[in-house]
């Protein structure tokens, strides 16, 4: 069945650090890919997604590009701030059946001032 | 426009009790899903409803988990009798339809700690 694997955490980072979090996928096809992210307290929300091979999403500075021979789409940030800490989730949609989201297991990100 | 509603947000009970969550999603939105979340791993899909029909509860664990969207609007999940490993955070999401990559938008979660 379709899988996400992300890069273990926790991670910690200096503020304007550059940030990149692995996610490869196994899935049949091409699914759509997705960056979620849970700030302390809160729900999840989407960051960023793209849809086909080679789209590059991108919000709040953070941009992943969907790589269809490496099946990765791993999130990057030049230069993260305090603000961005949280729970980083990279999940995939998958082409048949009901098309449910799949997560990875979340990457833990602190960044220290 | 209002998010997806979750309630309660926390609830501690102990094993073979049962419980009730709540969920209403944003309007208009025709598909609702459950979530478990276990701590230190992702969410995982129990139940998706497509209006009021069940479209997959594949991972369901249907001995003791049952869901409802009678009206194909709000809808709630029950657990009976708990179990210890039930312990995790149920999140509700809803999205406009399930085709294509429509964006699911996650309410907060309801928190279950069973002792």
């Known amino acids: 069945g379709d899988s996400v694997t992300q890069m273990e955490g926790p991670v910690t980072l200096s503020e304007e650090a550059f940030l990149t979090i692995n996610c490869t996928y196994t899935?049949?096809?091409?699914?759509?890919l997705f960056w979620y992210v849970q700030y302390p307290g809160e729900g999840l929300q989407l960051l960023l997604k793209?849809?086909?091979?080679?789209d590059k999403g991108s919000n709040k500075g953070f941009e992943a590009t969907y790589r269809k021979e490496t099946t990765s789409f791993h999130l990057e940030k030049g230069s993260v701030q305090v603000s961005d800490s949280a729970v980083y989730f990279c999940?995939?949609?998958?082409?048949?059946?009901?098309?449910?989201?799949?997560f990875g297991q979340g990457t833990r990100l602190t960044i220290n001032p | 426009e209002a998010g997806v509603a979750q309630s309660p947000r926390y609830k501690i009970i102990e094993k073979r009790q049962s419980v009730a969550f709540w969920c209403n999603p944003i309007?208009?939105?025709?598909?609702l899903y459950w979530y478990q979340q276990i701590l230190g791993q992702g969410p995982k899909l129990l139940i998706q409803?497509?209006?009021?029909?069940?479209?997959?509860d594949s991972q369901l664990p249907k001995d003791r988990f049952s869901a409802e969207r009678l009206k194909g609007v709000d809808s709630t999940l029950k657990i009976q009798p708990a179990k210890l490993e039930d312990s995790a955070v149920y999140l509700c999401?809803?999205?406009?339809?399930?085709?294509?990559?429509?964006?699911?938008?996650f309410g907060p979660g309801t928190r279950l700690l069973v002792l």
């Open positions: 309007s208009g939105h025709a598909t």
């Open positions: 899935a049949t096809g091409y699914p759509s």
């Open positions: 409803f497509q209006n009021n029909g069940v479209v997959d």
């Open positions: 793209a849809t086909k091979a080679d």
């Open positions: 999401a809803s999205s406009p339809a399930w085709t294509g990559e429509e964006t699911q938008y």
């Open positions: 999940a995939l949609k998958g082409i048949q059946g009901a098309q449910k989201l799949v």
